[in-house]
């Protein structure tokens, strides 16, 4: 059995989820894919594919499968143009991962001039507040904002994000100014926490190179970037954010910037991968664009 072959066969298969319009498009006898798919599934130990009269569906092992033959036929047709130069040899899947507010403000309005320039390139961006496991999920990189914990993975630091405090015009009206941080006992903080039900720390302030935080008032912690910042926006606290994703509210006075004095830490800004012995040109291409990329927004 050709191996490389079968892949092949077996994702065609799983794209059309038929054997017939499979081996139609491919010139091949049914008989003949159903039967390479079939000594695939044995010489792998498990099935594949689910088989009804009417259609043909992945089994979860199939899945899996099925995402791993993509990257892999990608690799190889990679392989192929290895010593080209040409953009348009480069081909194949990209996964990667970054939080919202950076792919909103700083990566989307320039990865169209990446993907015209590598049209072969397929890209699948995913972006919350969930850490997605890189490896398990599969991604090629991802993005992180903050301080890591160890993960076995490789960082590339990128840069560090200036945080802001602010609050809203109606907040700031109906409670007033704080001018100094025995203010903030009287003030209300949005909080925010990966995992509800864990204690706010409160206020964070940078003095001498580390973290000190103040206690606040504030009745409500949210667990998503987008509902904290809107939450500022709606009159219900104080917030500590990176100034790139504030900078439309700022300069349009939805927000305005409190305390410049006393601002959190910058935010470390890092981009992760596994630790592969040799990442995929595609991959490699994207890391180097998406570091230069982010590199004009960040301190």
Not at 202 to 218: H, L, M, N, P
Request: net charge positive; hydrophobic share 40%.
């Amino acid at each position: 059995m050709d191996k490389i072959q079968a892949m092949q066969l077996f994702i065609r298969v799983a794209e059309l989820e038929s054997f017939t319009r499979a081996a139609d498009t491919l010139g091949l006898p049914k008989g003949s894919v159903s039967r390479q798919i079939q000594a695939l599934e044995s010489a792998l130990g498990t099935r594949l594919l689910y088989r009804t009269t009417r259609r043909v569906q992945l089994t979860q092992d199939g899945m899996v499968y099925y995402e791993r033959c993509r990257d892999l036929l990608a690799n190889l047709d990679e392989l192929d143009g290895l010593f080209l130069h040409d953009p348009s040899t480069i081909s194949g899947r990209l996964r990667v991962d970054m939080p919202v507010s950076l792919a909103r403000n700083l990566v989307l309005n320039k990865l169209p001039a990446f993907l015209q320039q590598y049209p072969g390139i397929e890209l699948e961006l995913s972006s919350s507040d969930r850490l997605v496991d890189v490896v398990r999920e599969g991604f090629d990189c991802v993005v992180r904002v903050g301080h890591l914990k160890d993960s076995g993975l490789v960082a590339r630091p990128v840069g560090r994000l200036t945080q802001v405090n602010c609050a809203s015009p109606d907040y700031l009206a109906r409670f007033g100014y704080p001018d100094s941080l025995e203010d903030l006992a009287s003030h209300a903080v949005v909080h925010y926490a990966v995992n509800l039900g864990t204690r706010p720390q409160g206020f964070e302030v940078w003095e001498d190179k580390s973290a000190r935080w103040i206690k606040t008032g504030g009745v409500i912690t949210v667990n998503s970037t987008e509902t904290y910042q809107a939450a500022c926006l709606a009159g219900l606290g104080i917030i500590q954010a990176p100034r790139i994703g504030l900078k439309e509210h700022l300069k349009s006075k939805k927000l305005i910037e409190i305390l410049p004095q006393y601002r959190a830490a910058p935010l470390p800004v890092s981009l992760l991968y596994p630790h592969r012995r040799n990442l995929s040109r595609r991959v490699h291409l994207f890391m180097e664009w998406l570091t230069g990329a982010m590199k004009s927004y960040v301190d």
